[in-house]
C-alpha cells in the first residue's frame, strides 16, 4: 500500500556504490601528461569485470580517468558529451581545454554533493592546450585541486610516496612509463581491487594515445609474501 513516506515516486539514489575502479595514476612530463589505470571492476571484494576502460578522451585537449562507481563514471562522460558538443557548435575555431573541463566538473560534483546526491568518483583530467600542460583532480564531494602528478583511491597512499621521491619535470615518455608502471606494480602487491591488466595514456599537443591493455612482469616470492603472519600477535 502506497503511502506519502513510500511511493513509486520515491527518487532513487547511488547511496553506496556497487561496481567501481581503483587508484588512478596521473604525472607531468616532458612532452605533455602521462594517466594509468587497471582495468579492473569491483563487485564488493569480488573483482567482477577485467577489462573496464578508465581513461577517455575529453574533446581534442583533454584526458580524464575515473576512480569509484562505473555506472557515475558513464553518467559523467554523458555530461562531458553533452558540452563539448554544445562548445563545438559554437564553430568560433576555440575549443576547450583541460582546465576549462576540470573548471566544469568541479561545479557539477559540487552540485551533486549539495543535492546530496553526489556522484561517486574521484577523477583526475589531464591535457595540453597552447603549449600549456595542466593536471587536476576532483572528488566527489568537489575538493579540488592542480599538481604535478596526482592519485586516487589507494594510489594516495602507495604511490605517491614514490611520485614525490623520483619524479621530476623533464622526464622523458620512457622514463614517465616506466615511473607509472612502478606505482602500479607497487599498488597491485598491495590493492585487492588491482588487476594486472592496465593502459596509459598519452595526451601532448599532437594529440591523444591509449595503449593496448597490457600486465605487468611481477614477483611474488617475498618472504613477506610467502609467510605473512610470521610474527604476527595473535596469528593463526
Keep these: ?24 595514476i596521473a604525472i607531468k612530463y616532458k612532452d605533455g601528461i602521462l594517466m594509468a589505470a587497471d582495468m579492473g571492476g569491483s563487485y564488493g571484494s569480488t573483482i567482477r ?15 580524464i580517468g575515473a576512480s ?12 562531458l558529451d553533452d558540452l563539448i558538443l554544445h562548445d563545438n557548435m559554437w564553430d568560433d575555431g576555440n575549443s576547450l581545454g583541460p582546465k576549462e573541463v576540470h573548471n566544469y566538473l568541479t561545479r557539477v560534483m559540487y552540485n551533486r554533493r549539495n543535492k546530496f546526491d553526489p556522484l561517486w568518483n574521484s577523477l583526475v583530467i589531464g591535457g595540453v592546450k597552447n603549449g600549456q600542460k595542466y593536471l587536476g583532480s576532483v572528488s566527489m564531494i568537489g575538493v579540488h585541486y592542480e599538481d604535478d602528478h596526482l592519485a586516487t583511491g ?27 608502471e612502478k606505482c602500479m606494480r607497487n599498488l597491485l602487491y598491495r590493492d585487492r581491487s588491482a588487476v ?6 598519452k595526451i601532448t599537443e599532437e594529440g591523444l594515445t ?3 591493455p597490457y600486465s605487468l612482469k ?17 596469528s593463526w
Design 1 to 24: 500500500m502506497d503511502t506519502l513516506l513510500s511511493s513509486e515516486g520515491d527518487s532513487q539514489r547511488t547511496q553506496y556504490p556497487y561496481v567501481t575502479g581503483t587508484s588512478i
Design 49 to 63: 569485470y577485467k577489462s573496464v576502460e578508465r581513461l577517455k578522451q575529453v574533446g581534442k585537449h583533454s584526458l
Design 68 to 79: 569509484g562507481e562505473i555506472s557515475d563514471f558513464q553518467e559523467i562522460l554523458k555530461y
Design 154 to 180: 589507494f594510489g594516495n597512499h602507495l604511490a605517491r610516496p614514490i611520485l614525490r621521491e623520483e619524479w621530476r619535470e623533464d622526464l622523458s615518455f620512457e622514463e614517465g612509463v616506466k615511473l607509472l
Design 196 to 201: 594486472n591488466k592496465l593502459q596509459i595514456a
Design 210 to 212: 591509449v595503449s593496448q
Design 218 to 234: 611481477t614477483f611474488w616470492n617475498f618472504a613477506a609474501f610467502q609467510n605473512p603472519t610470521v610474527g604476527a600477535a595473535g
